[in-house]
C-alpha cells in the first residue's frame, strides 16, 4: 500500500530552510512537504489548498518534487463558517483511501485545519482501517538555517487513551486501557534500545495483562476466575508501578487509582478468601456492579445462580458449588411454583426467607428471563428488551436484599447463622 503525505499550504512567502527530522536532513527547500517526501520515502501526497494558495504555490511545489511522487490537489474553503469547517473536514476524510498508510503535516496550516486533522486521523484509523504513521510539525524560526521537524504523532495516541478512558468509566472494562499499555512497553524497546541504569518500563506490560484478565471474568461472568485476577493487581499494585505510568504512561496515571479502586471493591480479603459465605457475599457486590454498570445479561445470569448460592449456606451447605447440592435447591425452588393438580407443601427452603411467595415469585422470573436470554429471541414470543432491563435496573436487587439481608449486606463481615431465618 502506498505510503500517503496529506499536507496543507497558506498564502504565505515560505522561506527557504534545511529541515531536519534526528539525524536525518533534507535538502534545503521552502516547502516542508517536499523535505518530507525526501526524509520518509513518501509514494503519494494529497494537499489541501484555497484557491488562492493553489494559485501561489501549487505550481512551484510541483515542480520541487520527485516525478515519481503522485500529487494530488484537493480544493477546500477558507474555514470562515461552521459549515465551511465541516466542508474541510469531509474533503479530509473522503480522500483518503482504506487501508492507507498515512502521514500528516501541519506546519501551514491555518485556523482550525491542526484540530480538524487531530480528529479526521482518529476517524480515519476506525472507519477506514488507516495506519497512521505519523503527525509532524516543521518548527521554522526566521534567522535559523535549519528547522527541526517535530513528531506530534503522540496527540493521536491521546485519544486512545481519551476513548480507552470513556469506555472503561462507563463500562468498567479496562481491556483498551490494557492493550494500550502493552503498546507502550513493546514501543518502548522496539524503537529505541535504552543505556545501562536508563530507565525503562518493565511493569506497564504486566499489569495491563492483569486488567484485561478481570475485564474477560467480568464480561464472561466468572466470578471464581475474578477473584484469582484481582489478587494478581493487587500484588502489581505497587508504588513502583506508579512511578512508571508517570514516566511511560502518564495519561493512565489520571485512572490508575480509579481502576485499582473500582476494582479492589470486588476483591475478597485474604483472610475471608476460603469464607463461603463472605464469597457468595462478594458475588452480590458483583450483581450490584453489574446493575450499576447496566449489564442486563450478566445481572440476570448471575443472579439466577446467586439465589442458588445463597440457599445452599442456609440449609448448611457450604460447598455451594458443588453439583448435587445445586440441583436439590434449584429442584426446591421448582417445586414453589404451584400447580393446581398437584398441590404440595412448602420445601425446606421457604424456612429461610420472610416471604415464601416472594422468593416464588423472584425465582419465576429469574429463570424465565434467564432463559429469554440464552436463547437468544429464537422462538415465536421472547420478551421485550426494555422488560429485561427494567426488571434489573429496578426489582432485581430490592427483591434479594429483602428475602436474604444477611448475605446482601455491603459492609463488613457476615455475622449471624444463616441456617435459621433471618
Not at 122 to 150: C, S, W
Request: net charge negative; proline share 6%.
Amino acid at each position: 500500500m502506498a505510503k500517503t503525505l496529506l499536507t496543507t499550504l497558506g498564502t504565505g512567502d515560505y522561506t527557504e530552510t534545511t529541515y531536519f527530522f534526528g539525524e536525518q536532513r533534507a535538502d534545503k527547500t521552502c516547502y516542508v512537504a517536499k523535505a518530507l517526501c525526501q526524509l520518509f520515502e513518501i509514494d503519494r501526497i494529497i494537499l489541501l489548498l484555497t484557491e488562492e494558495a493553489r494559485a501561489k504555490h501549487w505550481g512551484r511545489l510541483q515542480e520541487s518534487l520527485p516525478p515519481q511522487v503522485e500529487k494530488v490537489a484537493k480544493a477546500i474553503p477558507e474555514g470562515k463558517t461552521e459549515a465551511e469547517t465541516w466542508e474541510i473536514f469531509d474533503v479530509l476524510v473522503d480522500g483518503i483511501e482504506p487501508n492507507s498508510r498515512l502521514l500528516f503535516d501541519i506546519t501551514h496550516a491555518f485556523r482550525s485545519i491542526p484540530l480538524l486533522v487531530l480528529l479526521g486521523a482518529a476517524l480515519l484509523r476506525k472507519a477506514k482501517n488507516v495506519e497512521i504513521q505519523g503527525l509532524y510539525y516543521g518548527l521554522y524560526r526566521p534567522g535559523q538555517a535549519e528547522t527541526p521537524i517535530i513528531d506530534l504523532t503522540p496527540a493521536i495516541r491521546l485519544l486512545d487513551w481519551l476513548t480507552a478512558s470513556d469506555k472503561f468509566i462507563s463500562t468498567g472494562s479496562a481491556v483498551e486501557l490494557g492493550q494500550l499499555l502493552d503498546t507502550v512497553q513493546r514501543d518502548f524497546y522496539r524503537q529505541q534500545r535504552p543505556g545501562k541504569g536508563d530507565p525503562r518500563p518493565t511493569r506497564l506490560q504486566s499489569f495491563g495483562q492483569a486488567i484485561r484478565d478481570i475485564s474477560r471474568s467480568l464480561e464472561l461472568v466468572r466470578p471464581v476466575s475474578l477473584q484469582e485476577d484481582l489478587r494478581k493487581l493487587q500484588r502489581h499494585s505497587t508504588q513502583e508501578l506508579a512511578e512508571e505510568v508517570g514516566q511511560f504512561a502518564k495519561p493512565f496515571g489520571l485512572l490508575l487509582q480509579s481502576i485499582q479502586n473500582s476494582y479492589s471493591q470486588l476483591a475478597l480479603p485474604a483472610d475471608q478468601k476460603e469464607d463461603p459465605r463472605a464469597q457468595v457475599q462478594k458475588h452480590f457486590q458483583l450483581l450490584r456492579w453489574y446493575v450499576e454498570k447496566r449489564f442486563t445479561t450478566q445481572a440476570i445470569l448471575l443472579a439466577r445462580e446467586w439465589v442458588i448460592s445463597a440457599l445452599c449456606l442456609c440449609e448448611g451447605l457450604p460447598n455451594y458449588r458443588q453439583q448435587e447440592a445445586r440441583q436439590e435447591i434449584e429442584h426446591q425452588l421448582g417445586s414453589l411454583i404451584p400447580r393446581k393438580d398437584q398441590p404440595q407443601a412448602p420445601p425446606d427452603i421457604a424456612a429461610h426467607v420472610p416471604d415464601v411467595q416472594k422468593l416464588a415469585n423472584l425465582w419465576s422470573r429469574l429463570s424465565q428471563y434467564r432463559n429469554d436470554v440464552a436463547h437468544v429471541q429464537m422462538n415465536l414470543d421472547p420478551l421485550n428488551s426494555e422488560a429485561l432491563e427494567s426488571f434489573v435496573l429496578q426489582d432485581l436487587l430490592p427483591g434479594l436484599e429483602e428475602l436474604f439481608p444477611k448475605l446482601t449486606w455491603a459492609e463488613g463481615k457476615l455475622e449471624g447463622d444463616l441456617s435459621t431465618s433471618p
